[in-house]
Nanobody
Framework: QVQLVESGGGLVQAGGSLRLSCAASGRTWSSYGMGWFRQAPGKEREFVAAIRWPGGATYYADSVKGRFTISRDNAKNTVYLQMNSLKHEDTAVYYC?????????????????????WGQGTQVIVSS
């Protein structure tokens, strides 16, 4: 059973930075990519960023483009989300997710249903 464990959330002032980590364990088949999503109170879970492999192409929601960076450390089976210039509206629970069923289709990395495994989430609070 694949497990995804997020860490790195916390309380930060607006303009600050956080780095989220998502460590994967128990993987017994190929992985095709990872994504980060977030869910604010009263809102739907929304796409933040994704990275696909092979190739390492990355994708971002417009709201975080230029501020957030997704990356991967193969040796550690870990994906990171570096979040800079944080805004109050970035406050949410952040979830990582893994694509295991096959390569992403065109633009499908934006959709929650395209991911097969999810972490438990880590809370990010940005004070204004």
């Amino acid at each position: 059973q694949v497990q995804l464990v997020e860490s790195g959330g916390g309380l930060v002032q607006a303009g600050g930075s956080l780095r989220l980590s998502c460590a994967a364990s128990g993987r017994t088949w190929s992985s095709y990519g990872m994504g980060w999503f977030r869910q604010a109170p009263g809102k739907e879970r929304e796409f933040v960023a994704a990275i696909r492999w092979p190739g390492g192409a990355t994708y971002y929601a417009d709201s975080v483009k230029g501020r957030f960076t997704i990356s991967r450390d193969n040796a550690k089976n870990t994906v990171y989300l570096q979040m800079n210039s944080l805004k109050h509206e970035d406050t949410a629970v952040y979830y990582c997710a893994e694509r295991a069923r096959g390569a992403f289709g065109s633009d499908s990395y934006y959709s929650r249903v395209e991911y097969d495994y999810w972490g438990q989430g880590t809370q990010v609070i940005v004070s204004s």
